[in-house]
């Protein structure tokens, strides 16, 4: 899940170095998103439903699965948002902002 990490950090880079309108940055953004949604929202219920059925793993760590994965589905919301903002103009923008 933590694959995506990198990509996150470099947006904040990019932003800092006075480059976050650069191409560099958006496809490092559309790299992001992607890495996030097939990480975390594609592998990761698999990996939390293996360690459900699993009768060995500790309940605090099924407990934690399933938390990280609830909070990736919050994350992917603003995400995805912010994406379609961007790909979609003005409109989708401002719906992006107010959540």
């Known amino acids: 899940m933590e694959v995506s990490n990198p990509f996150m950090h470099c ?3 990019f932003k800092e170095a006075g480059l ?3 191409r560099l940055a958006a496809a490092n ?3 992001f998103a992607l890495l996030f949604f097939v ?3 594609l592998l990761g219920p698999v990996v939390v439903h293996a360690t459900l059925r699993s009768p060995t ?3 605090l760590v099924k407990a934690g699965g399933t938390g990280i994965l609830l909070v990736s589905l919050l994350w992917f919301r603003k995400i ?3 994406a379609l903002a ?3 103009g003005k409109k989708a923008s401002a719906r ?3 959540s």
Do not use: D, H, N
Request: charged share 25%; aromatic share 0%.
């Open 11 to 13: 947006i904040k880079l």
């Open 86 to 88: 961007k790909l979609g």
């Open 39 to 41: 990480c975390r929202l």
């Open 29 to 31: 953004q559309l790299l």
């Open 20 to 22: 976050g309108e650069s």
């Open 80 to 82: 995805a948002a912010i």
């Open 96 to 98: 992006a902002k107010r």
């Open 57 to 59: 793993t500790p309940v």
